[in-house]
């Protein structure tokens, strides 16, 4: 059943289009990569679906929902939840209240919200023996598993985890890689923004590939995997209309 679905996309920052047409469908459960190089758009087709800035056209449907009316908070309670880029924990609080404080909105008495703790520290162990540090002493990691655990205190139903492996050690890579693994089989989606295409691949049933704010690839994440118009899309050598793109102005 499709969960969330991205129906000609467009945004603009001022005068400058961030993407330009963005369709993509994201299923309940599974694992889809968005792909692309650094000003792709990845970045920008998430906070388009957290709300954190407005489409100038086309459609956003979530669970046979239209957002463009639903603002960003209001989302969140409806289990469309994103571990930005960066992690952006509260350094200078614990393990714990980081986690507590992000329950608050949903209007929970206290106790709801402890054992909502205690589900999360229960589902990533690595968190349990810093309960009472302060965030900004945890590795970066470390770090990364909390800002994913602050999303679960949500209960989302589709997460967006936009470049979860950025400066991580490759060992606590594959250990936060199988943590979305994990999420994804006990049925929450994942919409996956990450620059390591192999990683992507691996943990993706799907994948979109963007340059220069548009959709050029999409399939199979098995059949994309080898296919060297993934490169060129990297590289910048087969560009076509996106070279155009960034160099396009309106008055939206």
Same mark, same amino acid.
Do not use: C, W
């Given at each position: 059943?499709?969960?969330?679905?991205?129906?000609?996309?467009?945004?603009?920052? !001022?005068?400058?289009?961030?993407?330009?047409?963005?369709?993509?469908?994201?299923?309940?459960?599974?694992?889809?990569?968005?792909?692309?190089?650094?000003?792709?758009?990845? @970045?920008?087709?998430?906070?388009?679906? @957290?709300?954190?800035?407005?489409?100038?056209?086309?459609?956003?449907?979530? +669970? !046979?929902?239209?957002?463009? @009316?639903?603002?960003?908070?209001?989302? &969140?309670?409806?289990?469309?939840?994103?571990?930005?880029?960066?992690?952006?924990?509260?350094?200078?609080?614990?393990?714990?209240?980081?986690?507590?404080?992000?329950?608050? !909105?949903?209007?929970?008495?206290?106790?709801?919200?402890?054992?909502?703790?205690?589900?999360?520290?229960?589902?990533?162990?690595?968190?349990?023996?810093?309960?009472?540090?302060?965030?900004?002493?945890?590795?970066?990691?470390?770090?990364?598993?909390?800002?994913?655990?602050?999303?679960?205190?949500?209960?989302?139903?589709?997460?967006?985890?936009?470049?979860?492996?950025?400066?991580?050690?490759?060992?606590?890579?594959?250990?936060?890689?199988? /943590?979305?693994? !994990?999420?994804?089989? #006990?049925?929450?989606?994942? /919409?996956?923004?990450? #620059?390591?295409?192999?990683?992507?691949?691996?943990? @993706?049933?799907?994948?979109?590939?963007? #340059?220069?704010?548009?959709?050029?690839?999409?399939?199979?994440?098995?059949?994309?995997?080898?296919?060297?118009? &993934?490169?060129?899309?990297?590289?910048?050598? +087969?560009?076509?209309?996106?070279?155009?793109?960034?160099?396009?102005?309106?008055?939206?």
């Amino acid at each position: 059943m499709t969960l969330l679905q991205l129906n000609e996309l467009t945004v603009y920052y !001022g005068p400058v289009r961030g993407i330009a047409g963005v369709s993509l469908e994201v299923e309940e459960g599974e694992v889809v990569a968005l792909l692309g190089a650094n000003g792709a758009g990845k @970045s920008t087709v998430l906070k388009a679906l @957290s709300g954190l800035v407005r489409p100038l056209s086309g459609t956003i449907s979530y +669970d !046979g929902r239209d957002l463009r @009316s639903i603002r960003a908070h209001d989302r &969140v309670r409806l289990g469309l939840v994103q571990v930005p880029e960066g992690r952006r924990i509260f350094p200078a609080l614990t393990v714990e209240e980081n986690l507590e404080l992000a329950g608050f !909105g949903f209007g929970d008495p206290r106790a709801k919200r402890r054992s909502r703790v205690e589900e999360v520290l229960e589902r990533f162990p690595l968190l349990q023996p810093h309960v009472g540090k302060l965030a900004g002493m945890l590795s970066g990691g470390e770090q990364q598993i909390l800002a994913i655990g602050r999303a679960m205190m949500a209960g989302p139903r589709l997460l967006m985890v936009d470049e979860p492996s950025l400066g991580l050690a490759p060992q606590m890579v594959e250990y936060v890689y199988e /943590l979305l693994e !994990g999420i994804a089989r #006990q049925g929450t989606a994942v /919409l996956l923004v990450e #620059q390591n295409v192999t990683l992507a691949f691996e943990i @993706s049933r799907r994948a979109y590939v963007l #340059q220069q704010g548009r959709v050029v690839l999409s399939g199979a994440s098995a059949d994309l995997e080898d296919d060297p118009r &993934v490169v060129a899309a990297y590289l910048g050598t +087969d560009r076509g209309d996106g070279d155009r793109l960034a160099s396009e102005t309106a008055d939206p």
